[in-house]
């Protein structure tokens, strides 16, 4: 969940609703959307952990078997976590380690990337994740918040006395702390799991919630910089390393809500489903284009990854026929053919060349 969710009716229900109507064990995390990322991330930690061995988070047994491990040997793998009879007995019910698909909006994915560089433990009970809309490289609006005196002072207050909630969860988002952030953890662990993300924009969707937000920032930034969904702009919502989607019709309401106030024309479940789709087949493309390198030296590993997304890049390029060269070569080989089948006869009745049109 994103910023102060929380406190927002019906969000993520719709969602939640479709996929479990497909037969998806959902989750949605007791994360507190007032904390900063840090505390977040302890959080989904936990969350991911208890999930992968077989334990509910919303059942207090699980989670507070969970924290005891974590606080008094440091780790909670789900070797020890199935230990107890309760695990045991939740293991009847679902066979095997259990592998987590996380779909985060807004905040929640910057708290997801976060327990992933913070906890590298927890990456390898991942299948995907996804971030839709989530401010990586900071939020406009929080960013103008935290450098203004009076506004930051009333918004500060607002969340801490209020909404008894920590200031964090705002300037978190600002482009100094995430600077800071990326600084403090410059390796982009998060390629090492299926990521995608959602880069959404409500320019061309003028009958949304935000719309009067989006033609600020556009005022005020430029068509190019000022592209946002009312609260993220597009180009902070890139994880460095991982693909993107990108829509041009869909304000910050949109993954979360199928209707008011999301007013746009997509289906939730879908985007969700399509979205964690793109990742699990990028995934699977990359381990049957490339050889393992699990047997390369690190210098070797590093020319390898470096030449990675070239291999990657013309690959899908030369698949979706967006590589000239290929195009081409593809031209000349249907001409081979056409004139090998015409100098056989096999073409000369139905398919006349133009020596023979004009003869006639």
Not at 280 to 299: C, G, I, K, Q, T
Not at 328 to 347: F, I, M, P, V, W
Request: net charge positive.
């Amino acid at each position: 969940p994103g910023l102060l969710t929380k406190w927002y009716p019906l969000y993520f229900t719709s969602l939640r609703y479709g996929l479990e109507r497909l037969g998806f064990d959902v989750h949605v995390s007791r994360l507190d959307t007032d904390s900063g990322v840090d505390e977040n991330a302890k959080m989904l930690r936990m969350e991911i952990l208890c999930i992968a061995s077989g334990g509910d988070p919303n059942d207090e047994s699980d989670r507070q078997r969970c924290l005891w491990h974590l606080e008094n040997t440091g780790e909670a793998t789900p070797e020890k976590l199935r230990s107890s009879a309760e695990a045991t007995r939740r293991q009847g019910r679902i066979r095997g380690r259990r592998k987590i698909a996380i779909y985060g909006h807004s905040k929640g994915a910057v708290d997801a990337a976060a327990c992933f560089v913070m906890y590298p433990e927890t990456m390898e009970h991942i299948a995907a994740f996804v971030s839709a809309q989530g401010p990586h490289g900071g939020s406009w609006l929080a960013n103008d918040i935290s450098c203004t005196k009076y506004q930051k002072a009333a918004v500060a207050m607002g969340i801490e006395r209020i909404l008894a909630g920590s200031r964090d969860a705002v300037f978190d988002l600002s482009y100094q702390k995430r600077r800071e952030f990326f600084q403090r953890w410059p390796q982009p662990v998060w390629t090492g799991v299926p990521t995608i993300c959602l880069a959404t924009c409500a320019t061309h969707q003028p009958q949304a919630m935000l719309s009067p937000v989006v033609e600020y920032m556009r005022y005020r930034y430029g068509d190019d910089l000022g592209a946002t969904d009312g609260c993220v702009a597009m180009r902070d919502a890139v994880l460095p390393g991982a693909p993107v989607v990108w829509l041009m019709d869909m304000d910050h309401y949109g993954p979360a809500w199928n209707a008011f106030p999301a007013l746009d024309r997509y289906d939730k479940t879908h985007v969700c489903l399509a979205l964690i789709s793109m990742a699990l087949e990028r995934a699977v493309s990359r381990r049957n284009l490339f050889p393992s390198v699990s047997a390369l030296d690190n210098d070797e590993k590093e020319d390898w990854e470096k030449e990675d997304w070239v291999k990657l890049n013309d690959f899908f390029n030369r698949v979706n026929g967006k590589n000239p060269a290929h195009k081409d070569a593809q031209r000349g080989e249907r001409r081979r053919y056409r004139r090998k089948q015409r100098k056989s006869g096999y073409l000369k009745d139905s398919h006349p060349s133009s020596r023979d049109r004009l003869q006639k």
